[in-house]
């Protein structure tokens, strides 16, 4: 099956391409309105149509797709420096530390993930510009989906410390931080690297599901969230199928990362 | 004994944590102890003052957890803001409505996910494996509120949607749970010698797998009550899935608060009982 994960990884390399080019091969920027023409349905001029607003869609989902598919990794990455932190030093050090991290990290899973994102996006404020509701929504998407990372990390941490490079590190006089960064963190690289790539598609469809609601990334911001807001006003489905284009780009995209993971990677 | 002693303490323990931070966050948030009847022009100046006086009763921050937890202990769980209702009465008129959308779609997507996993493992063709794949890698794909849209949409029952979101996920660990314990040498000798597909599977197979899969009961509990949320949102039904993003929206942060805790609790209990299970049932082994 190297094919379906070569075509899957091509998917995403040209979907990247598209969102970094998007200020040259989109006809509009995502703000403008065009107001003459709201609500219209798919033409040559505008492929995807417009919004109620007069905003052209094609240029809306190409810059959305630019902010969910370079965020979601952006918070991907904040929730695996952070599992890499906790778990790795848990797994290090061990004991009562590692009791702690455990329990800790065993709260934050049997919590409603959505549940916990709603309420502490509650507490920030939500009336912010839209490039501050951005920072604050995958923010807190890294910030707060670091547990299940980091029970992998540290299980796989204490294993190292007990294994026999780093018995042999020991016997050779090295210790403390010096054993932690040159024998232990180097080996956690591959999980670390799953960790980060299995967060990825978790992260867009909770991004996905809190914009929404609502509670994601602010107007005029585009995001695969809001553009799916605008199914909400939709009667039937054949009535304007283009709609349907964010929703379609997000379930490929997703599974495209899904395919583009390894097994062994999923199964961590 | 000591089992359940231990997380009957552990449950307590994450409460009291739980309900010092959720305390705290309440009362740091932005707009704490600031009151809008303070600016009704109706009320007397003693009346204002009045309000101001018991906000000021917790002013200070170990006052109001003081306040809370004595609050807490006798069943109180203060005012909604929004609504203007006590958060004990919504939850009472609300929690039946969620227990019924979660309970519908735990039970929808444990049969569909185990009856799936179980026809992926012990077909000889491939087929159905590859379909339920298929079906399970494609629904893992679709938020949740889009799903929950959709059935709108097309007239459906939104409360299936939970359990189509807790399916795909009890699928693929029950699917990769049958099929290790398909590959022990002990079920590939019951098989050598001639034993039936059921019977392996109900006799060698799934023994094996119960403890893990009874496990993953807490976890689809939390699944479950997360998707929850979008699902009332959209579908409009009056569950605390749809209280929680009232309560979002409306910055109702003791609602929120609350609702949070509740649903942990519930979840707990739910892991704890899962937990439990497991250890008698390796007990059983034993």
Sequence with gaps: MKWVRRSAIAFLLAVAAACVLADYVTPADYAHQFRDVPDAASSPQHLLGTDALGRDRLSRLLYGTRVSLLLAPAAALLSSVLAALIGGAAGFVGGWMETCVMAATDLFLSLPWLFLLITVRAFLPLNVSPIVSVAITFALLGCLGWAGAARVICADARTLCGSDIVLLARASGSSGFRLLWRHVVPNLKPVLYAQFWISVPVFILTEANLGMLGLGVAEPLPSWGSLLRELESFSSFSAQPWQFAPLFLLIVTVSCFHLALRKEELCA | ?286
Aim: with cysteine.
């Design chain 2, 1 to 286: 004994m000591r089992k359940l002693r231990k997380h009957v303490v552990r449950l307590l323990i994450v409460l009291v944590i739980g309900g010092f931070l959720g305390a705290t966050l309440v009362r740091l948030a932005p707009g704490f102890g600031v009151d809008e009847e303070e600016l009704d022009s109706r009320l007397s100046q003693e009346s204002i003052e009045a309000v101001r006086q018991s906000n000021a009763a917790q002013g200070s921050l170990a006052g109001y957890y003081v306040h809370y937890l004595s609050q807490l202990a006798h069943g109180d769980l203060g005012v909604s803001r929004t609504l203007h209702q006590p958060v004990r009465q919504l939850l009472a008129e609300r929690l039946p409505e969620t227990l019924k959308s979660v309970g519908l779609g735990l039970a929808l997507g444990w049969s569909a996910g185990l009856a799936l996993a179980m026809v992926a493992v012990m077909s000889r063709t491939g087929l159905a494996d590859l379909i339920a794949s298929l079906l399970a890698s494609v629904l893992l794909c679709f938020p949740a509120a889009v799903m929950a849209l959709l059935f709108v949409l097309a007239q459906a029952p939104g409360r299936l949607v939970v359990g189509l979101i807790v399916f795909p996920k009890i699928f693929h660990y029950a699917r990769n749970l049958l099929v290790r314990s398909a590959s022990l040498p002990h079920v590939l000798t019951a098989r050598a010698k001639g034993l039936g597909g059921i019977r392996v599977l109900l006799w060698h197979i799934l023994p094996i797998a119960a403890p893990q899969l009874l496990a993953l009961t807490g976890i689809s509990f939390s699944l479950a009550f997360a998707a929850a949320i979008p699902v009332e949102v959209l579908c409009d039904l009056p569950g605390i899935g749809q209280l929680a993003w009232e309560a979002a929206m409306g910055r109702d942060l003791e609602l929120l608060v609350n609702l949070t805790m509740l649903v942990t609790l519930v979840t707990l209990l739910a892991n704890s009982a899962a937990d439990m299970a497991v250890h008698r049932c390796e007990e059983g082994e034993a």
